[in-house]
């Protein structure tokens, strides 16, 4: 069974600061990685994507990966109050097609004006 | 360019009810992909279309079911349902080639099944 964890939160933090969110997933095969950011009520939205291992930079947020440690982590910069909500980490499989992502159940991320 | 649009945004069945779902995917994609998300269980993969045909499953019961038309729409049908399946419904469209064009998502279906 493949896996993906994440920590289920809530992570507060105070605005300005970094957030740090982690998962790691079972799959060694896995080839893409995903982060999307769900508002209460909304659906998820892709914010990240990372392919291969080290660091990938759009503006505030830093996605990285380390294949050896399957892990995935994402780092959002002066952290906002608008950045509150649902951090989905997504992987996709190898064989698997791009319909076919496996989740995390989430980190519920609070920023605290 | 327009997203993906569901439709219903909310439906209210009774339980032993069927219910069908629409997807219509962003313009030039070819894979939809269905997932139900539940408090408890999170982002569950459900199936992919891609081209008419289901490529994958997940796993979900029978009363599980869809389909794709050749202009990519797509559509979900759930039979006899049952309280558990109370939950918001999300389609996702992709190009569906490769691995290197994640899938956008949908505003859901809220299913609530009384």
């Known amino acids: 069974q493949k896996e993906v964890e994440q920590n289920s939160g809530p992570l507060s933090v105070p605005e300005g600061a970094i957030a740090s969110l982690n998962c790691t997933y079972s799959?060694?095969?896995?080839?893409?990685f995903f982060w999307y950011r769900q508002y209460s009520g909304k659906s998820p939205e892709l914010i990240m994507s990372i392919y291969s291992n080290g660091d990938k930079e759009d503006g505030r947020f830093t996605a990285q990966l380390n294949k050896a440690s399957q892990y995935v982590s994402l780092l959002i910069r002066d952290s906002q109050p608008s950045d509150s909500a649902t951090y989905l980490c997504?992987?996709?499989?190898?064989?698997?097609?791009?319909?076919?992502?496996?989740f995390g159940k989430g980190t519920k991320l609070s920023v605290k004006p | 360019k327009a997203g993906v649009t569901q439709t219903p945004r909310y439906l209210i069945k009774t339980r032993g009810q069927q219910v069908t779902l629409s997807c219509s995917p962003i313009?030039?994609?070819?894979?939809v992909s269905w997932y139900q998300q539940t408090p408890g269980q999170g982002l569950q993969f459900l199936f992919e279309y891609f081209s008419e045909t289901q490529r994958n499953k997940g796993n979900f019961p029978g009363r599980f079911s869809g389909r794709q038309f050749s202009n990519s729409r797509s559509e979900m049908n759930v039979s006899t349902l049952e309280l558990g399946d109370s939950a918001l419904y999300l389609c996702a469209s992709s190009l569906g080639k490769g691995w290197l064009n994640p899938p956008s998502f949908g505003q859901g279906t809220r299913l609530t099944v009384v």
């Open positions: 799959d060694r095969g896995s080839q893409s």
């Open positions: 313009s030039g994609h070819r894979s």
């Open positions: 997504a992987v996709l499989s190898y064989g698997g097609s791009q319909g076919n992502l496996i």
